[in-house]
Protein backbone atom coordinates (compact mmCIF):
# COMPACT_ATOMS: atom_id res chain seq x y z
CA UNK A 1 0.00 0.00 0.00
CA UNK A 2 1.33 3.15 -1.24
CA UNK A 3 2.57 5.52 1.83
CA UNK A 4 1.03 8.81 2.43
CA UNK A 5 3.04 12.06 3.70
CA UNK A 6 1.80 13.49 6.71
CA UNK A 7 -0.79 16.55 6.15
CA UNK A 8 1.35 19.83 7.39
CA UNK A 9 -0.72 21.20 10.21
CA UNK A 10 -3.72 23.29 8.93
CA UNK A 11 -4.21 25.76 11.40
CA UNK A 12 -8.09 26.54 11.22
CA UNK A 13 -9.42 30.26 11.51
CA UNK A 14 -10.12 30.84 14.76
CA UNK A 15 -13.41 32.16 13.47
CA UNK A 16 -14.79 28.42 12.78
CA UNK A 17 -13.46 27.14 15.85
CA UNK A 18 -17.10 25.41 17.37
CA UNK A 19 -17.70 23.88 20.75
CA UNK A 20 -20.23 20.88 20.86
CA UNK A 21 -23.47 21.56 22.67
CA UNK A 22 -22.00 25.33 23.62
CA UNK A 23 -23.95 27.79 21.64
CA UNK A 24 -21.03 30.62 21.21
CA UNK A 25 -23.08 34.38 19.47
CA UNK A 26 -21.87 35.47 16.48
CA UNK A 27 -19.59 38.64 17.78
CA UNK A 28 -16.35 39.36 17.19
CA UNK A 29 -13.04 37.57 17.99
CA UNK A 30 -11.44 39.78 20.64
CA UNK A 31 -15.16 40.86 22.30
CA UNK A 32 -14.98 36.68 23.04
CA UNK A 33 -11.66 36.68 24.18
CA UNK A 34 -12.14 39.36 26.62
CA UNK A 35 -15.37 37.87 28.02
CA UNK A 36 -13.49 34.94 28.73
CA UNK A 37 -10.57 36.30 30.42
CA UNK A 38 -12.79 37.96 32.70
CA UNK A 39 -14.45 34.87 33.14
CA UNK A 40 -11.22 33.07 33.41
CA UNK A 41 -10.17 35.57 35.84
CA UNK A 42 -12.85 35.16 38.54
CA UNK A 43 -12.31 31.72 38.65
CA UNK A 44 -8.60 31.45 38.47
CA UNK A 45 -8.05 34.42 41.36
CA UNK A 46 -9.62 31.85 44.65
CA UNK A 47 -8.00 28.65 43.06
CA UNK A 48 -4.47 30.05 42.84
CA UNK A 49 -4.77 31.05 46.30
CA UNK A 50 -6.25 28.27 47.70
CA UNK A 51 -3.73 25.84 46.18
CA UNK A 52 -1.17 27.62 47.07
CA UNK A 53 -2.29 27.50 50.94
CA UNK A 54 -2.80 23.48 50.55
CA UNK A 55 0.78 23.89 49.21
CA UNK A 56 2.16 25.10 52.32
CA UNK A 57 3.23 28.49 50.73
CA UNK A 58 1.53 31.85 51.03
CA UNK A 59 -0.73 32.72 49.21
CA UNK A 60 1.10 35.08 46.73
CA UNK A 61 3.26 32.13 45.79
CA UNK A 62 -0.13 30.87 43.93
CA UNK A 63 -0.67 34.18 42.27
CA UNK A 64 2.43 34.34 40.77
CA UNK A 65 1.90 31.24 38.81
CA UNK A 66 -1.18 32.35 37.32
CA UNK A 67 0.51 35.34 36.06
CA UNK A 68 3.41 33.70 34.65
CA UNK A 69 0.69 30.75 33.11
CA UNK A 70 -1.32 33.46 32.09
CA UNK A 71 1.62 36.35 30.06
CA UNK A 72 4.09 33.17 29.30
CA UNK A 73 2.44 30.00 28.95
CA UNK A 74 -0.12 31.55 27.12
CA UNK A 75 1.16 32.64 24.55
CA UNK A 76 3.47 29.79 23.98
CA UNK A 77 1.02 27.23 24.45
CA UNK A 78 0.74 24.23 22.41
CA UNK A 79 -2.80 23.67 23.18
CA UNK A 80 -4.40 27.47 22.35
CA UNK A 81 -7.69 27.41 24.76
CA UNK A 82 -5.67 25.57 27.42
CA UNK A 83 -5.04 27.93 30.35
CA UNK A 84 -2.09 27.35 32.49
CA UNK A 85 -1.72 28.03 36.40
CA UNK A 86 -0.59 26.16 39.66
CA UNK A 87 -2.90 22.83 39.55
CA UNK A 88 -4.70 20.82 42.65
CA UNK A 89 -2.65 17.44 41.44
CA UNK A 90 0.78 19.02 42.87
CA UNK A 91 -0.60 20.65 45.93
CA UNK A 92 0.24 17.40 47.91
CA UNK A 93 3.72 16.56 46.43
CA UNK A 94 4.49 20.24 46.67
CA UNK A 95 3.41 20.46 50.47
CA UNK A 96 5.67 17.26 51.31
CA UNK A 97 8.62 18.77 49.39
CA UNK A 98 8.40 21.77 51.21
CA UNK A 99 7.91 20.17 54.71
CA UNK A 100 11.04 17.69 54.20
CA UNK A 101 13.47 20.15 52.53
CA UNK A 102 12.12 23.66 53.12
CA UNK A 103 10.64 26.64 50.66
CA UNK A 104 13.94 27.96 49.84
CA UNK A 105 14.38 24.47 47.78
CA UNK A 106 11.63 24.51 45.72
CA UNK A 107 12.87 27.35 43.19
CA UNK A 108 15.76 24.87 42.49
CA UNK A 109 13.20 21.77 42.01
CA UNK A 110 11.31 23.97 39.58
CA UNK A 111 14.12 25.15 37.55
CA UNK A 112 15.29 21.48 36.67
CA UNK A 113 11.59 20.76 36.25
CA UNK A 114 10.74 23.36 33.80
CA UNK A 115 14.35 22.08 31.79
CA UNK A 116 13.06 18.66 32.15
CA UNK A 117 10.09 19.33 30.46
CA UNK A 118 11.78 21.35 28.10
CA UNK A 119 13.62 19.00 27.12
CA UNK A 120 10.92 16.33 26.64
CA UNK A 121 9.27 18.78 24.44
CA UNK A 122 12.49 19.05 22.12
CA UNK A 123 12.58 15.33 21.89
CA UNK A 124 9.43 15.35 20.84
CA UNK A 125 8.28 12.94 24.01
CA UNK A 126 4.98 14.36 24.22
CA UNK A 127 3.11 11.70 22.57
CA UNK A 128 4.49 9.26 25.25
CA UNK A 129 2.68 10.67 28.18
CA UNK A 130 -0.59 10.13 26.34
CA UNK A 131 0.10 6.39 26.53
CA UNK A 132 -0.09 6.83 30.13
CA UNK A 133 -2.98 4.37 31.45
CA UNK A 134 -6.48 6.66 32.07
CA UNK A 135 -6.66 4.33 35.15
CA UNK A 136 -3.51 5.48 36.29
CA UNK A 137 -3.60 9.23 35.87
CA UNK A 138 -7.45 9.00 37.06
CA UNK A 139 -6.35 7.15 39.94
CA UNK A 140 -3.68 8.90 40.83
CA UNK A 141 -5.82 12.22 40.48
CA UNK A 142 -8.33 10.51 42.86
CA UNK A 143 -5.82 10.04 45.23
CA UNK A 144 -4.63 13.16 45.45
CA UNK A 145 -8.67 14.51 45.89
CA UNK A 146 -8.71 12.28 48.98
CA UNK A 147 -5.33 13.95 50.44
CA UNK A 148 -6.48 17.36 49.73
CA UNK A 149 -10.03 16.90 51.12
CA UNK A 150 -8.22 15.19 54.27
CA UNK A 151 -5.86 18.18 54.26
CA UNK A 152 -8.02 20.80 53.91
CA UNK A 153 -11.07 19.56 56.21
CA UNK A 154 -8.49 20.98 59.19
CA UNK A 155 -8.07 24.41 57.71
CA UNK A 156 -11.89 24.66 57.81
CA UNK A 157 -11.26 24.37 61.69
CA UNK A 158 -8.29 27.21 61.47
CA UNK A 159 -5.72 24.50 61.91
CA UNK A 160 -3.13 23.25 60.04
CA UNK A 161 -2.50 19.98 58.16
CA UNK A 162 -1.20 17.22 59.56
CA UNK A 163 1.95 15.77 58.37
CA UNK A 164 0.28 12.53 56.32
CA UNK A 165 -2.87 11.83 54.44
CA UNK A 166 -3.53 9.22 56.67
CA UNK A 167 -2.62 11.04 59.85
CA UNK A 168 -5.13 13.82 58.80
CA UNK A 169 -7.81 11.41 57.96
CA UNK A 170 -7.26 9.63 61.88
CA UNK A 171 -7.53 13.09 62.76
CA UNK A 172 -10.97 14.05 61.36
CA UNK A 173 -13.46 12.69 63.64
CA UNK A 174 -11.63 14.47 66.56
CA UNK A 175 -11.88 17.32 64.91
CA UNK A 176 -15.57 17.53 64.27
CA UNK A 177 -15.86 16.00 67.72
CA UNK A 178 -13.75 19.30 69.55
CA UNK A 179 -16.49 21.34 68.31
CA UNK A 180 -18.64 23.16 71.39
CA UNK A 181 -21.40 24.81 72.11
CA UNK A 182 -18.89 27.88 73.39
CA UNK A 183 -18.09 30.02 70.15
CA UNK A 184 -14.32 29.74 69.69
CA UNK A 185 -12.28 30.57 66.48
CA UNK A 186 -12.67 26.73 65.66
CA UNK A 187 -16.65 27.12 65.64
CA UNK A 188 -16.12 30.88 64.05
CA UNK A 189 -14.25 29.48 61.19
CA UNK A 190 -15.99 25.75 60.43
CA UNK A 191 -19.29 28.23 60.39
CA UNK A 192 -17.41 30.13 57.20
CA UNK A 193 -16.59 27.04 55.58
CA UNK A 194 -19.69 25.32 55.36
CA UNK A 195 -21.23 28.85 54.09
CA UNK A 196 -18.91 28.61 51.54
CA UNK A 197 -19.05 25.70 50.20
CA UNK A 198 -23.52 25.86 50.62
CA UNK A 199 -23.21 28.89 48.83
CA UNK A 200 -20.33 27.19 45.79
CA UNK A 201 -23.04 24.53 45.83
CA UNK A 202 -26.56 26.34 45.58
CA UNK A 203 -24.79 28.53 43.23
CA UNK A 204 -24.26 25.89 40.89
CA UNK A 205 -27.52 23.97 40.97
CA UNK A 206 -29.85 27.16 40.84
CA UNK A 207 -27.95 30.09 39.03
CA UNK A 208 -29.75 31.67 36.46
CA UNK A 209 -28.84 31.23 33.05
CA UNK A 210 -27.71 34.82 32.49
CA UNK A 211 -25.62 34.33 35.19
CA UNK A 212 -24.40 30.63 34.19
CA UNK A 213 -20.38 32.19 33.71
CA UNK A 214 -20.23 33.17 37.08
CA UNK A 215 -17.86 30.79 39.03
CA UNK A 216 -18.87 28.89 41.96
CA UNK A 217 -15.99 28.91 43.82
CA UNK A 218 -15.56 33.07 43.34
CA UNK A 219 -19.41 33.04 44.82
CA UNK A 220 -18.48 30.78 47.90
CA UNK A 221 -15.53 32.80 48.53
CA UNK A 222 -17.82 36.06 48.70
CA UNK A 223 -19.99 34.14 50.77
CA UNK A 224 -17.53 33.20 53.45
CA UNK A 225 -15.69 36.35 53.14
CA UNK A 226 -19.37 38.41 53.59
CA UNK A 227 -20.27 35.97 56.85
CA UNK A 228 -17.00 36.80 58.82
CA UNK A 229 -17.15 40.62 58.11
CA UNK A 230 -20.51 41.00 58.28
CA UNK A 231 -20.76 39.17 62.10
CA UNK A 232 -16.95 40.23 62.54
CA UNK A 233 -15.30 36.76 63.32
CA UNK A 234 -11.74 36.87 64.27
CA UNK A 235 -10.66 33.73 62.41
CA UNK A 236 -7.31 33.61 60.69
CA UNK A 237 -6.95 35.35 57.17
CA UNK A 238 -5.06 35.15 53.76
CA UNK A 239 -1.92 37.47 54.09
CA UNK A 240 0.03 39.18 50.92
CA UNK A 241 2.50 41.75 50.56
CA UNK A 242 1.71 45.12 49.45
CA UNK A 243 3.76 44.62 46.62
CA UNK A 244 3.55 41.18 44.38
CA UNK A 245 7.30 42.30 43.37
CA UNK A 246 8.15 41.63 46.75
CA UNK A 247 6.57 38.26 46.56
CA UNK A 248 9.34 37.66 43.91
CA UNK A 249 12.11 35.77 45.60
CA UNK A 250 14.68 34.01 42.83
CA UNK A 251 16.48 31.13 44.59
CA UNK A 252 20.69 31.62 46.22
CA UNK A 253 23.17 29.67 45.34
CA UNK A 254 23.03 28.06 48.33
CA UNK A 255 19.21 26.75 47.30
CA UNK A 256 21.03 24.97 44.05
CA UNK A 257 23.41 23.48 45.77
CA UNK A 258 20.77 21.45 47.20
CA UNK A 259 20.56 20.45 43.89
CA UNK A 260 23.47 17.81 44.69
CA UNK A 261 20.97 15.94 46.89
CA UNK A 262 19.90 12.87 45.02
CA UNK A 263 16.51 13.06 46.81
CA UNK A 264 16.06 16.88 45.28
CA UNK A 265 16.41 15.62 41.90
CA UNK A 266 14.45 12.58 42.05
CA UNK A 267 11.98 15.20 43.46
CA UNK A 268 12.59 17.90 40.21
CA UNK A 269 11.48 15.00 37.90
CA UNK A 270 8.46 13.79 39.62
CA UNK A 271 6.94 17.06 39.82
CA UNK A 272 8.50 17.32 35.57
CA UNK A 273 6.64 14.11 34.97
CA UNK A 274 3.32 14.26 36.94
CA UNK A 275 3.22 17.98 35.65
CA UNK A 276 3.36 17.14 32.37
CA UNK A 277 0.95 14.32 32.23
CA UNK A 278 -1.70 16.41 33.86
CA UNK A 279 -0.88 19.45 31.97
CA UNK A 280 -2.09 16.94 28.16
CA UNK A 281 -4.45 15.06 29.97
CA UNK A 282 -6.20 18.18 30.56
CA UNK A 283 -5.25 19.45 27.15
CA UNK A 284 -6.67 16.08 25.60
CA UNK A 285 -10.13 16.77 27.39
CA UNK A 286 -10.08 20.75 26.23
CA UNK A 287 -9.81 19.01 22.82
CA UNK A 288 -12.91 17.47 23.29
CA UNK A 289 -14.23 20.86 24.06
CA UNK A 290 -14.48 22.60 20.64
CA UNK A 291 -13.24 21.56 16.86
CA UNK A 292 -10.72 24.18 16.52
CA UNK A 293 -6.82 23.63 16.29
CA UNK A 294 -5.55 20.57 17.86
CA UNK A 295 -3.02 20.49 20.46
CA UNK A 296 0.59 20.21 19.72
CA UNK A 297 1.66 18.13 22.36
CA UNK A 298 5.40 18.57 22.14
CA UNK A 299 4.72 22.62 22.15
CA UNK A 300 2.72 22.23 25.00
CA UNK A 301 5.38 20.49 27.11
CA UNK A 302 7.94 23.02 25.93
CA UNK A 303 5.65 26.16 26.86
CA UNK A 304 5.06 24.30 30.04
CA UNK A 305 8.65 23.97 30.86
CA UNK A 306 9.82 27.66 30.34
CA UNK A 307 6.74 28.60 32.83
CA UNK A 308 8.21 26.30 35.36
CA UNK A 309 11.69 27.60 34.76
CA UNK A 310 10.03 31.15 35.48
CA UNK A 311 7.85 30.14 38.37
CA UNK A 312 11.79 28.57 40.01
CA UNK A 313 13.47 31.51 39.41
CA UNK A 314 10.70 33.77 40.77
CA UNK A 315 10.48 31.15 43.92
CA UNK A 316 6.56 30.57 43.06
CA UNK A 317 4.92 27.40 42.89
CA UNK A 318 5.08 25.09 40.05
CA UNK A 319 1.92 25.08 36.85
CA UNK A 320 0.65 22.76 34.42
CA UNK A 321 -2.48 23.08 32.52
CA UNK A 322 -5.20 22.92 34.48
CA UNK A 323 -9.12 21.88 33.26
CA UNK A 324 -11.53 23.74 35.65
CA UNK A 325 -9.88 26.86 34.67
CA UNK A 326 -9.71 25.67 30.68
CA UNK A 327 -13.30 24.27 30.50
CA UNK A 328 -14.04 27.54 32.16
CA UNK A 329 -12.61 29.30 29.01
CA UNK A 330 -14.08 27.23 26.07
CA UNK A 331 -17.30 27.33 27.82
CA UNK A 332 -17.16 31.34 27.99
CA UNK A 333 -16.50 31.55 24.03
CA UNK A 334 -13.08 31.83 24.13
CA UNK A 335 -11.53 31.62 20.36
CA UNK A 336 -7.67 32.28 20.67
CA UNK A 337 -4.93 32.33 23.54
CA UNK A 338 -5.56 35.64 24.02
CA UNK A 339 -8.23 35.38 26.48
CA UNK A 340 -5.23 32.84 28.69
CA UNK A 341 -3.15 35.78 28.22
CA UNK A 342 -5.48 38.84 29.43
CA UNK A 343 -6.26 36.53 32.49
CA UNK A 344 -2.57 36.76 33.50
CA UNK A 345 -3.03 39.96 32.91
CA UNK A 346 -6.16 40.55 34.96
CA UNK A 347 -4.76 39.03 38.07
CA UNK A 348 -1.13 41.30 37.74
CA UNK A 349 -3.30 44.38 37.60
CA UNK A 350 -5.51 43.03 40.25
CA UNK A 351 -3.22 42.22 42.94
CA UNK A 352 -0.93 45.09 42.17
CA UNK A 353 -3.53 47.94 43.14
CA UNK A 354 -6.25 46.12 45.12
CA UNK A 355 -4.22 43.57 47.39
CA UNK A 356 -5.47 44.79 50.34
CA UNK A 357 -8.86 43.26 49.42
CA UNK A 358 -7.64 39.67 49.08
CA UNK A 359 -6.46 39.71 53.17
CA UNK A 360 -10.46 40.00 53.67
CA UNK A 361 -10.38 36.77 53.01
CA UNK A 362 -10.73 33.87 55.74
CA UNK A 363 -8.32 30.97 55.29
CA UNK A 364 -11.62 28.76 56.05
CA UNK A 365 -13.29 29.90 53.22
CA UNK A 366 -10.37 28.72 50.57
CA UNK A 367 -9.87 25.96 52.20
CA UNK A 368 -13.44 25.05 51.64
CA UNK A 369 -12.85 25.84 48.37
CA UNK A 370 -10.56 22.84 48.27
CA UNK A 371 -13.02 20.42 49.80
CA UNK A 372 -14.93 21.04 47.04
CA UNK A 373 -12.23 20.49 44.30
CA UNK A 374 -10.70 17.69 45.85
CA UNK A 375 -13.79 15.91 46.33
CA UNK A 376 -14.89 16.23 42.49
CA UNK A 377 -11.21 14.91 41.69
CA UNK A 378 -12.59 11.52 43.56
CA UNK A 379 -14.00 10.02 39.89
CA UNK A 380 -15.99 6.92 41.12
CA UNK A 381 -17.40 7.45 37.55
CA UNK A 382 -14.72 6.69 35.77
CA UNK A 383 -14.32 3.73 38.01
CA UNK A 384 -17.28 2.25 36.85
CA UNK A 385 -16.91 3.44 33.06
CA UNK A 386 -13.63 1.60 33.11
CA UNK A 387 -15.33 -2.08 34.74
CA UNK A 388 -18.38 -1.79 32.06
CA UNK A 389 -16.28 -1.37 29.32
CA UNK A 390 -12.98 -2.91 30.02
CA UNK A 391 -13.75 -5.48 32.85
CA UNK A 392 -11.93 -5.52 36.51
CA UNK A 393 -7.92 -5.12 35.83
CA UNK A 394 -8.50 -0.88 34.63
CA UNK A 395 -10.61 -1.03 38.32
CA UNK A 396 -7.71 -2.51 39.69
CA UNK A 397 -5.25 -0.20 38.34
CA UNK A 398 -7.17 2.80 39.60
CA UNK A 399 -8.05 1.43 42.93
CA UNK A 400 -3.94 0.59 43.50
CA UNK A 401 -3.04 4.07 42.49
CA UNK A 402 -5.40 5.86 44.32
CA UNK A 403 -4.98 3.65 47.77
CA UNK A 404 -0.48 3.78 47.37
CA UNK A 405 -1.18 7.93 46.78
CA UNK A 406 -2.96 8.48 49.99
CA UNK A 407 -0.26 5.40 52.02
CA UNK A 408 2.76 6.20 51.02
CA UNK A 409 3.11 9.55 48.12
CA UNK A 410 1.87 10.39 44.60
CA UNK A 411 5.68 9.41 42.80
CA UNK A 412 5.06 5.62 43.97
CA UNK A 413 1.25 5.34 43.64
CA UNK A 414 2.17 6.52 39.67
CA UNK A 415 4.58 3.76 39.79
CA UNK A 416 2.87 1.21 41.37
CA UNK A 417 -0.05 2.09 38.99
CA UNK A 418 2.22 2.10 35.40
CA UNK A 419 3.47 -1.59 36.92
CA UNK A 420 -0.01 -2.95 37.00
CA UNK A 421 -0.88 -1.83 33.82
CA UNK A 422 2.29 -4.00 32.05
CA UNK A 423 -0.34 -7.30 33.43
CA UNK A 424 -2.56 -6.28 29.50
CA UNK A 425 0.79 -7.23 28.13
CA UNK A 426 1.12 -10.64 29.53
CA UNK A 427 -2.36 -12.05 26.89
CA UNK A 428 -0.37 -10.41 23.72
CA UNK A 429 3.45 -11.50 24.81
CA UNK A 430 3.48 -13.66 21.65
CA UNK A 431 2.60 -10.21 19.50
CA UNK A 432 3.22 -7.17 20.71
CA UNK A 433 4.17 -5.63 17.46
CA UNK A 434 1.67 -3.28 16.02
CA UNK A 435 2.18 -2.24 12.08
CA UNK A 436 0.09 0.59 10.93
CA UNK A 437 -0.10 1.53 6.73
CA UNK A 438 -1.22 4.44 5.38
CA UNK A 439 -2.83 4.79 1.94
CA UNK A 440 -5.02 6.76 -0.19
CA UNK A 441 -8.46 5.08 -1.89
CA UNK A 442 -9.81 7.05 -4.54
CA UNK A 443 -11.42 10.52 -1.91
CA UNK A 444 -10.97 8.19 1.33
CA UNK A 445 -7.98 8.01 3.88
CA UNK A 446 -7.03 4.25 4.39
CA UNK A 447 -5.35 3.04 7.23
CA UNK A 448 -4.92 -0.69 7.85
CA UNK A 449 -3.87 -2.06 11.45
CA UNK A 450 -2.04 -5.40 11.73
CA UNK A 451 -1.04 -6.68 15.19
CA UNK A 452 -2.15 -5.78 18.79
CA UNK A 453 -2.43 -2.37 20.10
CA UNK A 454 -1.39 -1.57 23.55
CA UNK A 455 -0.24 1.62 25.50
CA UNK A 456 3.34 0.58 24.11
CA UNK A 457 2.81 1.32 20.53
CA UNK A 458 0.04 4.22 21.41
CA UNK A 459 2.55 7.18 20.37
CA UNK A 460 2.82 5.49 16.57
CA UNK A 461 -0.95 4.80 16.45
CA UNK A 462 -1.96 8.33 17.83
CA UNK A 463 0.52 10.53 15.77
CA UNK A 464 -0.99 8.69 12.86
CA UNK A 465 -4.86 9.08 13.62
CA UNK A 466 -4.15 13.15 14.37
CA UNK A 467 -2.25 14.05 11.22
CA UNK A 468 -5.27 12.62 9.12
CA UNK A 469 -6.60 15.86 6.81
CA UNK A 470 -9.65 17.21 8.47
CA UNK A 471 -12.88 16.84 6.26
CA UNK A 472 -10.93 13.70 4.49
CA UNK A 473 -13.71 10.25 4.54
CA UNK A 474 -11.37 7.82 6.79
CA UNK A 475 -11.62 4.11 6.76
CA UNK A 476 -9.96 2.31 9.32
CA UNK A 477 -9.15 -1.75 8.07
CA UNK A 478 -9.38 -3.46 11.51
CA UNK A 479 -9.56 -7.07 9.97
CA UNK A 480 -5.81 -8.08 11.70
CA UNK A 481 -6.24 -6.15 14.88
CA UNK A 482 -5.71 -9.28 17.18
CA UNK A 483 -6.42 -7.22 20.67
CA UNK A 484 -6.50 -4.00 22.14
CA UNK A 485 -5.35 -2.71 25.61
CA UNK A 486 -8.28 -0.13 27.51
CA UNK A 487 -5.66 2.59 26.84
CA UNK A 488 -5.70 2.45 23.21
CA UNK A 489 -9.37 1.99 23.29
CA UNK A 490 -9.91 4.91 25.20
CA UNK A 491 -7.78 6.72 23.05
CA UNK A 492 -9.54 5.81 20.39
CA UNK A 493 -13.07 6.35 21.70
CA UNK A 494 -11.94 9.71 21.82
CA UNK A 495 -10.51 10.02 18.48
CA UNK A 496 -13.70 8.47 16.97
CA UNK A 497 -15.64 10.66 18.87
CA UNK A 498 -14.21 13.92 17.92
CA UNK A 499 -14.25 13.22 14.23
CA UNK A 500 -17.32 12.07 13.94
CA UNK A 501 -18.61 15.23 15.98
CA UNK A 502 -17.06 17.70 13.41
CA UNK A 503 -18.81 15.86 10.70
CA UNK A 504 -15.95 14.03 9.15
CA UNK A 505 -17.18 10.76 8.31
CA UNK A 506 -15.33 7.23 9.59
CA UNK A 507 -15.96 4.03 9.08
CA UNK A 508 -14.52 0.58 10.38
CA UNK A 509 -14.14 -2.89 8.69
CA UNK A 510 -13.22 -6.14 10.42
CA UNK A 511 -13.52 -4.80 14.04
CA UNK A 512 -13.41 -7.51 16.62
CA UNK A 513 -14.15 -7.48 20.28
CA UNK A 514 -13.57 -3.55 21.63
CA UNK A 515 -12.84 -1.99 19.00
CA UNK A 516 -16.50 -3.77 17.27
CA UNK A 517 -17.91 -1.82 20.64
CA UNK A 518 -16.19 1.25 20.30
CA UNK A 519 -17.45 1.44 16.56
CA UNK A 520 -20.68 0.93 17.91
CA UNK A 521 -20.23 3.37 20.47
CA UNK A 522 -20.42 6.31 18.06
CA UNK A 523 -23.54 5.77 16.21
Not at 171 to 181: C, H, I, K, Q, T
Amino acid sequence: MASVAPAPDAAAPSAVITRPGVSIPSIPLLGRDLTASIVVFLVAMPLCMGIAIASGVPAEKGLITGIIGGLVVGALAGSPLQVSGPAAGLAVIVYELVRDQGLSALGPILVVAGAVQVAAGVFRLGGWFKAISPAVVHGMLAGIGVLIVVGQFHVLFDHRPLPSGLQNLAAMPGRVLGLSSDLKVTEFAFAIGLSTIVAMIAWEKLRPAALRLMPGALVGVLAGTAVSLIFGLEVARVQVPDSIVAAVAPPTGTAFARLLDPSVIAAAVAIAFIASAETLLSAAAVDKMHNGVRTDYNKELRAQGVGNLLCGFAGALPMTGVIVRSSANVQAGAATRLSAILHGVWILGFVAALPFVLTLIPMAALGAILVVTGFRLVSVKHATHLFRDYGALPVLIWAATLIMVVSTDLLTGVLVGIGLTMLELIPNLHRLRLRVYEGKEEDTHAITLDGTATFVTLPKLSETLDRVPAGTPVRIDATKLDAVDHTSAEMLRDWLSRRRAAGHPVTITGARGRIATLDGDQH
